[in-house]
């Protein structure tokens, strides 16, 4: 059974740190490329991050450029995202999702969805 399950969510104080964690299973990790999208309250969803499935590209919202990292550890199946200088528009239900290509995350065509953690930053 592919599974994508989303941890580390929670509430943060503007300014702070938190990361994000995805579980993958069921499917050939190393094979997939992994993304971050997030969506608020009354809006539309919206990409965050993404990594390739090699590991050696990485891709980024501007709204998050400088303050958000995506890594993957191939040994433990699993994609962080280490999001710091957090602020309040930050608050959102984040997913992962898994696609053989980036093209597919970065479009947001992809099948393969986590729950979501909801992370909640206070002003």
């Known amino acids: 059974e592919v599974q994508l399950v989303e941890s580390g969510g929670g509430l943060v104080q503007a300014g702070g740190s938190l990361r994000l964690s995805c579980a993958a299973s069921g499917f050939t990790f190393d094979a997939y490329a992994i993304g971050w999208f997030r969506q608020a309250p009354g809006k539309e969803r919206e990409g965050v991050s993404c990594i390739s499935n090699s590991g050696a590209s990485t891709y980024y919202a501007d709204s998050v450029k400088g303050r958000f990292t995506i890594s993957s550890d191939s040994d433990k199946n699993t994609v962080y995202l280490q999001m710091n200088s957090l602020k309040p528009e930050d608050t959102a239900v984040y997913y992962c999702?898994?696609?053989?290509?980036?093209?597919?995350?970065?479009?947001?065509?992809?099948?393969?969805w986590g729950l979501g953690t909801l992370v909640t930053v206070s002003s």
């Open positions: 999702s898994a696609d053989p290509t980036v093209r597919a995350i970065v479009a947001g065509m992809v099948e393969m």
